[in-house]
Nanobody, 114 residues
């Protein structure tokens, strides 16, 4: 069974940076993209960054120019570089492969506060 383990979150001041990692253990069948999601308290989970199987990237407007998704297929790891963080970026961040019905990991908490 495929497992997703996110890490790299923490407490950071506004304007700061964090790099999240997501290690994918197990084999995902077929070609697939990977995405980062976040869920803030009292809100629904939303997709913030997607890397398609062909390598193209897509971002929600609120993070464009600040977040960068990347993947290392050798290490089976997906990254999210987050710069110029804002308090509204505070959330639990998750990774997953859209459409592949993989159980969610535990996520990693990102808190942006002074």
């Amino acid at each position: 069974q495929v497992q997703l383990v996110e890490s790299g979150g923490g407490l950071v001041q506004p304007g700061g940076s964090l790099r999240l990692s997501c290690v994918v253990s197990g084999t995902i069948d077929g070609v697939y993209g990977m995405a980062w999601y976040r869920q803030a308290p009292g809100k629904q989970r939303e997709s913030v960054a997607l890397m398609a199987s062909v390598g193209s990237t897509h971002y929600v407007d609120s993070v464009k120019g600040r977040f960068t998704i990347s993947r290392d297929n050798v290490k089976n790891t997906v990254y999210l570089q987050m710069n110029s963080l804002k308090p509204e970026d505070t959330a639990v961040y998750y990774c997953n492969a859209p459409g592949k019905n993989i159980p969610w990991g535990q996520g990693t908490q990102v808190t942006v506060s002074s």
